[in-house]
């Protein structure tokens, strides 16, 4: 019920903070969070428990990695929020479902 009403609280944006995030990943412990930077600034620091898929990597391999399984909740973060923003219009086109972004990237989060 808590991961409902934390869900419907976003329902309408698909933006996240980084408190909303750790909130997210307490509640659901298969939330999928995805760096779509590429794999050298992915080494040169990332959020733990996430999984790097560069962007220009993401439609190639985003089905086999998720098993097509569309209705993961996926959280995608780059830098700045531009690739990440990039990704998620890719998921959305692909119907993937319960997807947010780290609104601002890495950047807002240090």
Do not use: W
Request: charged share 30%; proline share 2%.
């Amino acid at each position: 019920m808590r991961l409902y009403k934390l869900f419907k609280r976003y329902r309408n944006s698909e933006n996240i903070n980084i408190e909303e995030l750790k909130n997210l990943i307490k509640i659901n412990k298969e939330v999928i969070l995805i760096d779509v930077r590429s794999p050298q600034e992915y080494k040169e620091g990332h959020l733990g428990l996430s999984i790097n898929i560069p962007l220009y990597d993401l439609e190639r391999d985003i089905d086999n990695i998720l098993n097509k399984d569309k209705t993961k909740t996926i959280i995608l973060y780059c830098q700045s929020g531009n690739r990440s923003n990039k990704a998620l219009q890719i998921l959305k086109d692909r119907n993937y479902k319960n997807l947010y972004q780290i609104e601002g990237g890495l950047d807002n989060i240090k």
